[in-house]
């Protein structure tokens, strides 16, 4: 069974930060690009940031650039989302998704696996 678990999400203030991290299971991971998204309520998904099968290559969207930061430990299956500066409208669900497409393919409809999310609210 294929499987990622999201964790690390919470209620910060403006400004604080957080550390998200992302658990695989039951594939190859270290075959896969991997992708953080997020989605408010009413609102479409988006892609926050992608890393590349080796960790080589990052990308994230504008929004966030300069305060987010994607890793990941292939040796223990896991990608994080380092978030820093805060702001309100970072609040979401995020949610960590495994491609096998390469890293140029950062939007939703490339991720064949999905967790099932993380809750951050940003909020003074």
């Known amino acids: 069974q294929l499987q990622l678990v999201e964790s690390g999400g919470g209620l910060v203030q403006p400004g604080r930060s957080l550390r998200l991290s992302c658990a695989a299971s039951g594939f190859s991971f270290d075959y896969y690009t991997i992708g953080w998204f997020r989605q408010a309520p009413g609102k479409e998904r988006e892609g926050v940031s992608c890393i590349s099968s080796g960790g080589g290559s990052t990308n994230y969207v504008d929004s966030v650039q300069g305060r987010f930061t994607i890793s990941r430990d292939n040796a223990k299956n896991a990608v994080f989302l380092q978030m820093d500066s805060l702001k309100p409208e970072d609040t979401a669900v995020y949610y960590c998704?495994?491609?096998?497409?390469?890293?140029?393919?950062?939007?939703?409809?490339?991720?064949?696996?999905w967790g099932q999310g993380t809750q951050v609210t940003v909020s003074s």
């Open positions: 998704a495994a491609s096998s497409y390469g890293i140029s393919w950062c939007k939703p409809q490339a991720f064949t696996y």
